[in-house]
Every structure is written in structure tokens, then in C-alpha cells.
């Protein structure tokens, strides 16, 4: 499994452009003898690898293997590109992905032996920076027959996640104009650019009159060529976010009128790209439960010396206050222990349950289709943040070592799940209780945007 996991980190490839990374995960579950379904919800790199027949439960392993743009980075201490401008994987997902194979593999093994019965599926989910890959195949039925799915993400700790997210709405503004020369006929041109910034302007006066939870944010996409041009075509990105698919709508309409607002004062025509949307994240409390009763089984991670001198050397570049902000969030014993270390694996119980985080995940939607639950591993120095330089280089170099630990904690949950029908049924009444029949985000038509991503 670990060169399975460098593999993906020394070729990171942006969601929905995934083609290495899908083929050789793929490849390897063809190769351990699952049937596999290609091309799930219209993309090409989406794929649930299948094995089991029969009576039985049928359990799904959430797997990721998008890098994120802009992030390249060696193995070393300071920022040092592979590649200017090139992608990198700082949130983790060519070990998400790796250790969710290996759990599937050793579930595989299990029923292929005869100790347990069921189906257990590794549901290879591209895109998820974008928060688009399980969003299409929750929408095609790809989750619907699921009995439970469980899932994790690197980290600097690890404990079960309790908590939820944010339900969320991507979409974009395209603004068409009339370009003029902006010093000798100005009154010739309709600004699409104007158009973008007034919009971007009306957002933020929004944010006074919505819910304190709600996140609104953009990024300009397209705004010109020069500034003696009045531009013609200008266009901006937006996400929104709210506790509920129903506060989502609910902003998400009010920008769209701004948007038309803003094309009325300029006198240009606007059109919108819907890329795409979520649900809340609603985390099973059982299943949660299973993940923690098996950390308590298992060894924690082992790192050596050269990884803890690493972390170490690491934690010297992060900004001031990284660290301690994360030891906030430990409880006694663990924020003790954990002071003095680069490197802390001891498991945790959850110290995020009722809350919900200020991000965005599309596992929201698989949870609000079948019960699911996540939890965190250490891969990263305590106090790194998601995302960054300092990410990329554990993800290629020590993180590598929880990948077996991972794979063993999803391979006995997933078995406890087959084989304990209480717990189970337990785990299914709670997501009855805490949710409604799924309602796809996406409008009807809506079709991956692979555009978002373009290298």
C-alpha cells in the first residue's frame, strides 16, 4: 500500500481529471478480484469497485484522490516546487484513497473465506475539493442501496468525528458587456467588469441581513485584458453555505437577484453556471461509535525518529499560534501529552460533537442517503493546516506510515457492521430519525463541471 500511495503523491491530478490516479486504484481492486462499475454519475475517473453476493449488508468505503491546484511541493522543509504552478496534494487524498482500497481488500478477504457474509464497495470519489464527485453520484443512485458507509481524513490527530458541515450551492456569474476603448469612448462601453464588482459589493451588504452562520464567498474569475479596454466578458465564482439545503437556497436566490441587479445598473446581460451543491454533513453516531471502540483494539502509529524530526523541523514553518490553537481543542490527558510531541497517534474520543464547522464536504449527501460516519488519523505534524506546503510534504513522506493503521481501522469497522445486526439497525433507526428522503441540489440537466479544473 504504500507505493500505492506515493504513486498517487507523485502524480497529483485536480478533480474530475483524475485518469492515473482512477486507473491504477482501480487496477489494483481488479486485480484483488472486485467487479468494478466505470464512469459513475457521467465522470470518467468515478468508480465503486464491488465484492459479495448473497444475503447480508452491504457497507460502503468512501475513497478520494484529488490533488489541489497550486500546491506542488518536494519532500523538504522549506516551499520548493516540483512543478511551478502545479498541483500538489496537501489535503491527503492519495492516502484517503489508498488505505480506503486496503480496507476493502481485507473486508474481500474475509467474506472470500467464509467468516462473514454481505458486500463491501469502494466507491472511488473524484472531485472532492470541488465538492463534486459524490454530489453527481448520489444524484445517479450510486449510494442508494448502501446498508451504511464509513470513511476518514488525514490529520494531526486522531479521534471519530461527531460533528457536522455546512450545506453548500457553487455556481458562477458571466457578465457580457460592450468593449470600447475606456479613455477616448468610454460612453461606447458597458462594463462587465462594473457588473462584477457590483455584485461582488451587493454580497457583502448581504452579510449583515443573513443568519451569523451563513459563508459567502468569491473569486473573480475573468476581468479583463487591459485597462484602457473596457471589458466585455468578466465573470466571478461563488460559494455559499448554510446549515440547510433550505438556508442555502434561500441566500443563494437573494444573490442571484443581486446579480440581476447588477446587471441592470450596467446595462449588460448575465447568465449563471451552476456548478454544484450539497447537503449538510450528518455524522452516525453508531457508526462513530464503532470507529472508536476499534481505535481502542489497535496499536496507534508508529513513527520513527527521522518522522518525529521531520514533523518537528516542519512545525518551525507554521504561523505563530498553530499549534496551540489545536491543543485547545484536545482535553486532559491528551493536550498534556501532546505538548512536548511533533507527532501525537494516541486516539481521542470526539470533541466535536453538536458542532458545526464552518466547511463543506460532499460526504453530506451520502449521509443523507445512508448512515455514515468519519473519523481523523494522524498523517500530520500537531497544528498543520490542511492545505498547504507543510501537507504535502507529510502526505509524501511520513504520513505514508498510517496508511496499514487506516486500513485496519475501516476493515474492522466495515466487519462489526456486517456482522452485528443490532448495531446496525441501531445506526439505521438514527438516520431515520435525523433525516429526510434525498433531494438532489443539482438541477435537473446538470452535468459535471470539468471546466473547473482545466490544468
Not at 241 to 258: F, H, I, S, Y
Request: proline share 5%; aromatic share 8%.
Amino acid at each position: 500500500m504504500d507505493d500505492l500511495a506515493l504513486e498517487l503523491w507523485e502524480n497529483p491530478e485536480l478533480g474530475l481529471h483524475e485518469e492515473h490516479s482512477a486507473a491504477v486504484l482501480q487496477e489494483f481492486l481488479l486485480d484483488a478480484g472486485f467487479d468494478r462499475e466505470s464512469a459513475v454519475g457521467g465522470m470518467p475517473t468515478a468508480f465503486v469497485a464491488s465484492y459479495g453476493k448473497g444475503e447480508g449488508p452491504t457497507i460502503g468505503i468512501l475513497g478520494e484522490y484529488d490533488a489541489l491546484p497550486g500546491l506542488s511541493q518536494t519532500v523538504s522543509t522549506v516551499r520548493e516546487e516540483i512543478e511551478a504552478g502545479g498541483p500538489g496534494h496537501g489535503c491527503g487524498h492519495n492516502l484517503f484513497g489508498t488505505a480506503g482500497v486496503g480496507a476493502a481488500i481485507a473486508v474481500k478477504r474475509a467474506i472470500e473465506r467464509g467468516d462473514i457474509a454481505g458486500e463491501v464497495r469502494f466507491y472511488g470519489c473524484p472531485a472532492e475539493e470541488t465538492l463534486v464527485g459524490k454530489t453527481f453520484m448520489a444524484r445517479d443512485g450510486a449510494f442508494d442501496d448502501l446498508d451504511a458507509a464509513v470513511t476518514w481524513h488525514p490529520s494531526d490527530h486522531t479521534a471519530p468525528q461527531r460533528g457536522g458541515s455546512l450545506a453548500l450551492d457553487s455556481l458562477s456569474f458571466r457578465f457580457e458587456g460592450e468593449s470600447a476603448h475606456a479613455a477616448a469612448s468610454p460612453e461606447s462601453g458597458r462594463s462587465a467588469l462594473d457588473a462584477v464588482e457590483l455584485l461582488n459589493m451587493g454580497s457583502e451588504y448581504m452579510r449583515e441581513h443573513v443568519p451569523e452562520e451563513v459563508r459567502i464567498h468569491y473569486n473573480i474569475q475573468e476581468g479583463g485584458s487591459a485597462p484602457n479596454v473596457v471589458p466585455a466578458e468578466a465573470s466571478v465564482w461563488y460559494f455559499v453555505r448554510a446549515p440547510t439545503r433550505t438556508g442555502v437556497k434561500r441566500v443563494t436566490e437573494w444573490l442571484r437577484e443581486v446579480a440581476e441587479g447588477a446587471a441592470t445598473m450596467t446595462r449588460t446581460e448575465v447568465n449563471e453556471r451552476y456548478y454544484t451543491g450539497c447537503h449538510r454533513l450528518v455524522s452516525n453516531s453508531v457508526v462513530a461509535d464503532t470507529f472508536r471502540e476499534n481505535m481502542a483494539e489497535l496499536d496507534p502509529v508508529e513513527f520513527d525518529d527521522e518522522a518525529h524530526e521531520l514533523a518537528a523541523q516542519l512545525q518551525e514553518t507554521f504561523p505563530e499560534g498553530s499549534i496551540e490553537s489545536q491543543l485547545a481543542d484536545f482535553e486532559e490527558p491528551h493536550r498534556s501529552a501532546a505538548t512536548d510531541v511533533a507527532l501525537y497517534t494516541e486516539p481521542m474520543d470526539a470533541f466535536d460533537e453538536g458542532d458545526v464547522g464552518g466547511g463543506s464536504t460532499d460526504v453530506g449527501d451520502v449521509s443523507q442517503i445512508t448512515p455514515t460516519a468519519q473519523f481523523r488519523a494522524t498523517t500530520w505534524a500537531l497544528g498543520t493546516a490542511a492545505h498547504s506546503w507543510q501537507a504535502v510534504v507529510a502526505n509524501g513522506d511520513f504520513g505514508r506510515d498510517a496508511v496499514p493503521y487506516v486500513a485496519k481501522l475501516l476493515a474492522g469497522s466495515v466487519v462489526d457492521l456486517l456482522t452485528d445486526e443490532e448495531r446496525l439497525a441501531a445506526a439505521q433507526a438514527e438516520f431515520e430519525e435525523q433525516t429526510e428522503p434525498y433531494e438532489t441540489p443539482l438541477p435537473d440537466g446538470a452535468e459535471p463541471p470539468f471546466e473547473l479544473t482545466k490544468e
